[in-house]
Each structure stands twice: as C-alpha cells, then as structure tokens.
C-alpha cells in the first residue's frame, strides 16, 4: 500500500499577523492554511531533525570530557526552525544567523564530521579548525557570527547583492531575542523596506536571551511585529510543516519583489545560553520536563508520521540506528583528526595575494602567511 | 621660487617647456601648493577630488560589480563632491544614498562583498566608523580568516580622516593607527592625486577589505598627473611606500596631508644645508618596513611625522620597528616622533593651529636630531 501524503486541513499554524491585510492575502493564497507532507519529506525531515539533535547532544558530551573547548552554544529544541527554512528555501537561497549555528551549518550542507571536527579544533573542521564553534562557513551560509545582531545587517547585504545581481534569490536573516534590541536591526529593518531588498528577518524567539526572559528585556515581547511597517507573521516554531510553509509564503513574498518580512519562530532551547550555563538558575526544570514531554518537535513529527501510518516504528528506530552510526564515526574523526599545522598559523589573511611574512611573538619570529 | 628636488632652481611663473621623457621620470615635481604649481602642457593638473572621482568612474565602468553606497554619495554628488557626476551617469542602482545609519549600511556594505559584490561603502567621515566599526573588524576584517579562506571580503571603505580646518574634536580624529592595528586590513593612506587614483583603483581591484583614509584638505590641492598615470590600468601598488624626495642627512617619514609639509621643510632645510629624505608611506598595513629601514640606513637619522596623536600611533610603531631591525644599528641619534598634540581637536583657528604638526616643528625636529 502507499503512504503518500498526509494533508492537513485544520488551523496547522497559529498566524498572527501584524497586518490585517497579511491575514487576508495568506488566507486566500495558501489554499486553506493547509499544507502537504510527503512520506520521503517526513523521513527527511525527521533524518535530519534527529540528526541535528544528536550531534549536539554529542557535543554536549565531549565538551564535558572538554574535548571541545571555548564557546558552545546548542541548538537541540530548535531543530524544527533550522530544518522548517531549509524545506521551504533553495539551496540557492543565501542565510545567515548567529552564534547557535551548528543546525543551520548542517542544514546547509556541512557533513557532521566537518562541524565535529571543527568543534574540536582539527584539520579536517569546516574552517579548518581556525574558526570554531561560531565561524563556520557554507555555500550561501554565511556563519556563525559571534557579535549580537551584527549579522542582521550582513544579511540585508546579502539581499542586496541578490536584487542587484537580479538572480531572485532570497536571503534569511536569522538573530535572536536577545538581539531583537539592537539598534542596527532597526537600521536594517529600514533600508530593506526602503529599497526592498528580498531579505526574510526571522526571530528565533527561545525566550531567553542567555539568562534574561523577554519579559526582562523587551518593552515589546511582540518581536514579529518590531518591524514596523515591515508585515510580520508569529509561527510555531516547534512545528516543521508550520516554520516550512510560512517560510515558502515569506519567500514567494520576497522573490516578488515586495520587499521584506519580518517571522518570529517561537520555540525552545533544551540547553542552557552555552555550555557554561546549566540553564536551570532563570527558569525550572518543570518548565524545560514540560515542552520536552509537550511540545518537542522531533517527537510531534514522528508521532504525526506514526499515527498517520506514513512510516513504522521500525523504520523509524533503523532510522536511528543509522544517526547514531553518523554521529559516533563523526565523533571519532572529531577526536582522532590531527590538529592544524602549525605553520598553516598565519595563512588565510588576505586572499589572492602574494606570501607575506607576519611577525610572530617576538621580532626574531617571523612567519609566513599564504592566501 | 619653485624648487625642484635635485636643488635645480626655476624662475617663478611663466611655462616652461619640458620633454615628456624627463618630466615622467620624475625629476621635477611641483611643490605641494597651488601658487607652486608647474604648468607643463602635456601634463593636466589635477586636484585629488578629482582623481578619486575619476578612479571610481573608470573603475565602476569596467566592473559592474563595484558600486558605491554612502550618505549623500548620489543626489547631493557627494559631501566632499567626491562622487559628482556618479549618480547621474550611473544611476540608482550603482551609486546608493543610505540613510544616516553607519553601523546598519557598512554591514549591508559587508552582507553584499560576502555574497559577491565589490562595494565602495563611504564615511562621510571616518570619525562616523566608530559607529561601524564593529562590522569593518569583526565582519569585514577578520572573515577570510574565521573561514580559513572560504569567504573573501573584497570592500573598500573610504573617506576623509583625520583633521580638517575648525571642525572641532568629534570631527577631527586620526584613525590610521587604530585600523593599522587590525590583521586582515589593508590600510592606506594617500597623499597627493597621483596616490589617491592609483590606490583607490588598486584598492577596489583588491580581493580585500582595504580602509581607504582621504583628507579633506588635500581634495582641493592640485598635482601634475603624467601620461602613464592617466592610463586606466594604473595602480599604486598597496603596501610599496616611495620616496618623494632624496636626501642623505636624515629621514622623514610621513603619510597623507603631512608629506607636503615635510617636503616644505626639507626645501627650507635645504638652504642650511640639510638634506632631507622624505618618504611618503602611502600604505599603512601593511607597512613597507624595507623602504623606511634603506632610507635610515643611509641617512642614519629618523623623524617621523604624522597628524594623529602620539600614543600608540603610528610614529610609534615605525621606531619600534627600526628598533627591532637591521637600521637600528645605523642610527647616530634616537629616532623622533613629530605628531599631533595629544588633546582633542580645539576649534579656535589658533589653537587648533598649534595642535597639528606644523612645518616649524619638523625643522626644529630634524635640528634637534642632527644637533644643529
């Protein structure tokens, strides 16, 4: 028999809209606020998710063993909104967000042992190991940015470069709560209008900017509504058809050419802001035990699949056997991979430039530096 | 009296006919004032406004990924005029009005240089950076190598530092050391037309960030551009000072607006006696440690000269370098720093007249160290 497509007829995404006129345009144009989920998109997207979470929670693991040092910042809770954009752009499209990057990293199509690697400060990391945890770079993924809210205006640049160059594409530019504040959002929020520009600003609101609640921070807790006189749509962003479908309407919004849009996603993060944060000083355990049990949105796929009878339990646990294979060959390279060169140190300064020398620790150091 | 730099001498005024041939290879070059300026007629005189404006149009005719992006830059033609006539040629979509909000359109600048663009972001003065400045370091600066050389930033920032004439402290500030300090950054820093349109064309050719520091005072200031920097090809070579003048008493280096005013000392040092060689830096970062420590070398003496504060500047890191080199040992005395006055800009003509370099001070300087 076939599994082929489950079709969701009922309220699937709570749409709050900024714009009267937002609300009438998605009622009429995305057939009945439904959406279609295939059999082979719902194991992808379940794959992935899984993957996703279990990557992280092996970080988690080898920091503690501090075999990776520094920053980390995990993204397990969030999956559905790294996986919901990437199901509903091309990976033509460009995005960018800040330092909890490792899921849009993958989604983007780094391979787990690249970015394992990378947290682990190897040779055979994504950026070479010289980048770490929030420097990791793609084909149209532009980081993992260290600096609250500055890569909100790259991506506006971002989308700049894809009006003027005419290739309808779009770009997302991804920032937090916490960095919602930040006057250069604003800047940005002003130019996109101003000049259209095909950017989607999306607010992954977990609640919490590290150890500070929304409602500690924000005079306006309303983040999908900040942009103003930008249309703005709130979304469950625990649901991945839901983050999927919105993006594909902010998207076809964008490519015609009516200028940006503002999305607030609001989901959870199971972690603490890093990995020196336990997380449990600014909210309850109950609290994380409660959206874990309720609101997880791995479990809401597989459970959705499950009981639509798209996929077996079988399946599914093969599923994560093959994940489980994916992350422990993934850890292993991320352990055993010799750490860079040391006399790659000064390379990467310039590009298409000729050698130069850089001056070590002391004047009787020097080094060379190759682009 | 126009001097020329071999000590030949020139009756003021009238034309004087020279052949091309002797007039490229630079034996004469006219003295950094209006009322000096030697008219040749083979060799237009042009302003430094106008080189950079002529720079920009060929280089944004011949790639059509360069565009320009600042407050005023299109409508108004630039604050300085520095981009006239852009705007009307190019239009909206090459030469881009922003409003008045630094940190978000240097990002923008940043965001399109990412995604494959060449933009020209301007300061309408590089005293507004510090608002931007986050995204010129930790965006622009340091990307290329957070990637390990994934992701280029080829941009260029540009626009007028350092003092001006009676616009007090917040618009007065000499950035070149604190972008000097940055890997990651070309810095550069011109001083005459002929600097100004060979850099910024190799600076827009450069994959990239290159922070670009005009003066404001020297747009005005005209230069005999030859045949071969007219081409549309030619570029300075970032990172490659060059010595304006020869001498073999004592070494002066200098950047930007400075360089004219060292080489009015050495004319007036020249009458006692004292030659001076005066290097023009023109590149900041990187530093062409080789032409300073040749010249000392030879001279065995070093003043250097700039218009931003003393501490930590980048006087200062030119002696420690010779410090830490081959010149230090052929030094016969300290070498010095000649800068500007370690206080925030005062606006009244007199004070603000005594918080800049003037050309007294770097006679008395030069005097000082040769111990005359």
Redesign the interface.
Known sequence: FSWTCLFYTTHFYHTLLNKPEMQYEMETSSSNLSAVLTREQGLQYYRTMQTMRRMELKADQLYKQKIIRGFCHLYDGQEACAMGIEAGINPTD?L?TAYRAHGYTFTRGVSVREIMAELTGRRGGV?????GSM?M??KHF??G???VG?Q???????????Q??GNNQV?VALYGDGAANQ??IF??F??AA??KLPCIFICENNKFGMGTSVERSSASTDYFKRGDYIPGIKVDGMDVLCVREAIKFAADYCRAGKGPIVMELETYRYHGHSMSDPGVSYRSREEIQEVRSKSDPITMLKERMLSNNMASVEEIKEIDVDIRKVIEDAAQFAISDPEPPLDELC???????LP?E?RGTN?WVKLKSV? | MLHCWDGARFPPGGTISIPAKEFNLGFIRPVNSVSHGLRVFTCPLVNVRDALNQAMDEELERDERV?LLGEEVAQYDGAYKVSRGLWKKYGD?RI?D??I?E???????????????RPICEFMTWNFSMQAI??VI??AAKT???????????IVFRGPNGSSAGVAAQHSQCFAAWYGHC??L?VVSPWNSEDARGLLKAAIRD??PVVFLENELMYGVPFDLSEDVLQKDFVVPIGKAKVERRGTHITLVSHSRCVGFCLDAASVLAKEGVECEVVNLRTIR?LDVDTIEASVMKTGHLVTVEGGWPQYGVGAEICARVM??PAFNYLDAPAVRVTGVDIPMPYAKILEDHSVPQIKDIIFSVKKVLNM
């Not at chain 1, 950026?127 to 980048?131: C, E, R, V």
């Not at chain 1, 909100?152 to 894809?162: F, I, N, R, S």
């Not at chain 1, 390379?347 to 430039?353: E, L, S």
């Not at chain 2, 359109?105 to 995604?115: D, E, L, S, T, Y």
């Open positions: 460009h960018i950026a070479k190991g010289k980048g420097h770079y793609a532009y980081g940015n260290g600096i500055a909100v205006p790259l991506g506006a640049g971002v989308a700049l470069a894809c003027y160059q770009c006057g250069q800047e940005s002003n130019m101003l000049w390379n990467h300064i310039f590009a298409n430039d130069m850089v004047p682009s | 565009f979509k881009i922003t409003p909000t940190m978000g359109f240097a990002g923008i600048a940043v965001g399109a240089a990412f995604a494959g663009l986050d995204q930790n965006s290329y190598y957070m990637s390990a050389g994934a992701q280029p930033v080829p890997p990651g070309k994959d990239n990187p830490e080199g």
